[in-house]
């Protein structure tokens, strides 16, 4: 059975996005997450599938998937890549993207999802495979709550007060967690990952 990882960047007090949900690794003023330094090489070996196209054929970086043959996402962290110019911004990955408000994929590489999110999750992860990665939004993340196997968090070494939150929800709910790895970097970076007990 394939797993699905929520594998994402985090501030210190949580939030994946600003409140306008723009780009947090854009190398303008508004990026606030640390795209260099120390921890940059080994999650680029560990994970290379998670290098947008674009940047994998800037850099030369021609390795194979190593955990993920799958990417999922909200229209929100889709519409990101459209901003930038890529209707696929992971195209070594099999793309799926929750949308209920936009009708037709104008890709045919990427594909729009408009029924549950967990039904069809259920669907991916019994189908043959490497893992499925959950990369973005909060409100998808929590919504696939019951399906996430694994955590990995990229928490990096600033609090931004507001914004997009991990798991965008109103109600309070504990939910623990195991620690299975963690490693920190001198850049401040600390990696984590998590698993359901």
């Avoid at 007090?13 to 330094?37: C, E, K, N, R, W």
């Avoid at 890709?107 to 959950?134: H, Q, S, Y």
């Avoid at 990229?154 to 931004?160: D, E, G, R, T």
Wanted: proline share 7%; glycine share 10%; net charge negative.
């Amino acid at each position: 059975m394939r797993e699905l990882t929520y594998f994402i960047a985090s501030t210190l007090d949580g939030y994946v996005a600003d409140p306008g949900g723009g780009d947090p690794t854009d190398i303008s003023p508004g990026g606030f997450f640390l795209s260099q330094g120390d921890h940059s090489l080994p999650l680029l070996t560990a994970y290379p599938e998670t290098l947008p196209g674009a940047v994998r054929d800037a850099l030369g970086i021609d390795a194979e998937n190593r955990v993920f043959d799958t990417v999922l996402m909200g229209r929100k962290t889709w519409e990101l890549g459209v901003e930038h110019g890529h209707t696929n911004a992971y195209p070594r990955l099999r793309n799926l993207v929750f949308t209920r408000t936009l009708a037709a994929s104008p890709d045919p590489t990427v594909e729009f999802v408009a029924t549950d999110p967990v039904e069809r999750v259920r669907e991916l992860k019994a189908e043959d495979g490497l893992g499925i990665w959950l990369c973005g939004g909060g409100g998808l993340a929590e919504t696939l709550w019951p399906e996430i196997d694994r955590l990995v968090i990229k928490v990096n070494p600033v609090v931004i007060g507001a914004g997009i939150k991990l798991f965008t929800t109103d109600t309070f709910a504990v939910r623990r967690l195991e620690l299975t790895d963690h490693q920190v970097y001198e850049s401040g970076v600390a990696v984590l990952t998590y698993r359901k007990p």
